[in-house]
T-cell receptor
Framework: NAGVMQNPRHLVRRRGQEARLRCSPM?????VYWYRQLPEEGLKFMVYLQKENIIDESGMPKERFSAEFPKEGPSILRIQQVVRGDSAAYFC?????????FGQGTRLTVV | EDQVTQSPEALRLQEGESSSLNCSYTVSGLRGLFWYRQDPGKGPEFLFTLYSAGEEKEKERLKATLTKKESFLHITAPKPEDSATYLC??????????FGKGTKLTVNP
């Protein structure tokens, strides 16, 4: 039973480019969460999605960031016009009921 | 606003030297308290969920306990492979998890 799959594992983007991060939840899980981890800081909630619905985006920056979880395919976290401050590890988690299981993350570096 | 504070920030132990990590929290309506282990460059690995004060859970050398204000992760006779950052998180009125900054544990052989 495969765990939460994230790709790519590492992503380098120049300032102003777009970054697309993908997350395939565990089989049978219908809840997807995105978290961001900055160096020396804890994991910060960004957004919670179910299939075709954004349930809670209270942690998502208002500008440049968007997320989707389509009926078919992985969840996508999209960052437009990236800036140096977007450099971080982005983790996706999925759950069926209570426990959330995390992927290995995508490490985004903006140069 | 839900908050989680973990202490100490870092802890060095000798192999076999038992100790405890602390997680203090404030949350409106605790639905669950979670412990995760995170190795460098990896995602958090789920360890335990605790739901109510007085609850305890064990897994190998780890034991998690919960009161109304804090949780402890007790590590008995640790081994070098227990070295990692241990994260505590709470779930309150919404689905999101609020994490502490973690305790970095190093176990020397």
């Amino acid at each position: 039973n495969a765990g939460v799959m994230q790709n790519p594992r590492h992503l380098v983007r120049r300032r102003g480019q777009e970054a697309r991060l993908r997350c395939s939840p565990m089989k049978g899980h219908s809840h997807v969460y995105w978290y961001r981890q900055l160096p020396e800081e804890g994991l910060k909630f960004m957004v919670y999605l179910q299939k075709e619905n954004i349930i809670d985006e209270s942690g998502m920056p208002k500008e440049r960031f968007s997320a989707e979880f389509p009926k078919e395919g992985p969840s996508i976290l999209r960052i437009q016009q990236v800036v140096r401050g977007d450099s971080a590890a982005y983790f996706c988690a999925s759950s069926k009921n209570t426990e959330a299981f995390f992927g290995q993350g995508t490490r985004l570096t903006v140069v | 606003e839900d908050q989680v504070t973990q202490s100490p920030e870092a802890l060095r132990l000798q192999e076999g030297e038992s100790s405890s990590l602390n997680c203090s929290y404030t949350v409106s309506g605790l639905r669950g308290l979670f412990w995760y282990r995170q190795d460098p460059g990896k995602g958090p690995e789920f360890l335990f969920t605790l739901y109510s004060a007085g609850e305890e859970k064990e897994k190998e050398r780890l034991k998690a306990t919960l009161t109304k204000k804090e949780s402890f992760l007790h590590i008995t006779a640790p081994k070098p492979e227990d070295s990692a950052t241990y994260l505590c998180a709470v779930q309150g009125g919404s689905e999101k998890l609020v994490f502490g900054k973690g305790t970095k544990l190093t176990v020397n052989p």
